[in-house]
């Protein structure tokens, strides 16, 4: 079983849709969680960090559920500049950083 | 724009050719990484350096070699590589893997075409 698993998608979502991510991690002992963009042939950019409370950012909220071992990343009035690569990241111990598959989302007008 | 820059942004080498590619951050970062990216594919962590130090190897092959000159540059080696070993190599800096936040900032990466 992978450390980290996505659904690689692709989402294709009209613009003003709302789309959520879903993401599991193995090692119950993970310690941090994190959802990076990556918009196509860039590098990886931070998006947010993952708390147990859960948290907003704007139109983006993440949400932490340790006792399934599963973060998501919801997504409302999507837009067009959504569209890339986001890749849930999960600190596993160490100060190590493992990146999931990706998940694709394409905002189509 | 990115903090970390990446030299070259594209190289592209035979398999017996020797070259390197180049990272540097002034942010005062502690900590820095290399990784390697095939296209569809998420990052994969080659080396981490910690002050200057090699602390993490991910078993990565010796053809590739890395070097930390300062708290500033890290460099990585090339040598007699194979074509598979075409992807995009990114490199990224954090503030202090004892105090890690989680954010890692890369550079724009060197796309890498071993022929």
């Known amino acids: 079983r992978k450390e980290v698993e996505q659904d690689p998608g692709p989402f294709n979502v009209p613009e003003g849709a709302t789309v959520a991510f879903n993401c599991t991690y193995s090692n119950s002992a993970s310690q941090s969680f994190f959802w990076y963009r990556q918009d196509c042939r860039k590098e990886p950019k931070l998006l947010m960090s993952?708390?147990?409370s859960g948290n907003e950012d704007g139109r983006f909220t993440a949400q932490l559920n340790r006792a399934s071992q599963y973060i998501s990343l919801l997504i409302r009035d999507s837009k067009l500049s959504d569209s890339a690569t986001y890749l849930c990241?999960?600190?596993?111990?160490?100060?190590?950083?493992?990146f999931g598959s990706g998940t694709q989302l394409t905002v189509l007008p | 724009d990115t903090e970390v820059t990446q030299t070259p942004k594209h190289l592209v080498m035979g398999m017996t050719n020797k070259k390197s590619l180049k990272c540097e951050q002034h942010m005062g970062h502690r900590a820095m990484y290399w990784y390697k990216q095939k296209a569809k594919k998420p990052p994969e962590l080659m080396f981490v350096y910690s002050y200057e130090k090699l602390s993490i190897n991910e078993s990565v092959p010796s053809r590739f070699s890395p070097e930390c000159p300062n708290s500033s540059l890290l460099n990585l080696h090339l040598h007699a590589l194979q074509p598979e070993d075409s992807a995009l190599y990114l490199c990224?800096?954090?503030?202090?893997?004892?105090?890690?936040?989680?954010?890692?900032?890369f550079g724009e990466g060197s796309r890498l075409t071993v022929l």
């Open positions: 993952v708390y147990s």
């Open positions: 990241v999960v600190n596993i111990g160490l100060k190590q950083l493992t």
């Open positions: 990224a800096s954090s503030q202090d893997r004892a105090r890690d936040t989680g954010e890692l900032f």
